[in-house]
């Protein structure tokens, strides 16, 4: 089973609100990752976390707070977004310490609309 | 640095015909490559990757991708193309150097009937 899973779909909300984005897998991988998708673009890496631990922050606003409560959930945490920020966001998780080897699987995403 | 270039934004094949998706690479160490599959409003699916050993890597759906290390390419191929490929199609690439993979800009594959 190499499935992970994002909550949710569609999300909309307006710059003064705090919402979250959850991501789940049950691969017994340790190493997860956030991407951010604008249309018709490649994924661009937003933060990494290896055993739970924040591994890369690509330069991300603070405006989005990565968490990882455990090895299987990942969580973004969104504040004070602006419309720019509005894109698919997507979970990807990979088996070990972020070896270059590993083969990273990705959720279906989140797909995020700021007014 | 590393970086990966997909040369086509746009590749149309008729059903039933071959298909090639190209993608070449620059990294400083050893490569490792992918490629990824996107339909719309959807995640990315991994097709295949090569890591070392035999230059010719099969993978899901009938795709296979060959690895030139002379001219640092990496060109995913299937033999019959079907309507239902028809996708967005990602090339990414990953050193030992570098913990995250870089992707290149995507190659949409329009199959027609």
Redesign the interface.
Known sequence: D?E?T?TPKHLVMGMTNKKSLKCEQHMGHRAM?WYKQKA????E?MF?YSYEKL??N?SVPSRFSPECPNSSLLNLHLHALQPEDSA?Y?C?SSQGG?A??D???????T?LTVL | AQSVAQPEDQVNVAEGNPLTVKCTYSVSGNPYLFWYVQYPNRGLQFLLKYITGDNLVKGSYGFEAEFNKSQTSFHLKKPSALVSDSALYFCAVRDTGRRALTFGSGTRLQVQP
């Open positions: 190499t992970v994002q990752y018709k673009k490649p994924p890496l990494v591994s890369i690509e698919l997507l990807a972020l270059a080897t083969t990273q699987y990705f959720g279906p995403g797909r």
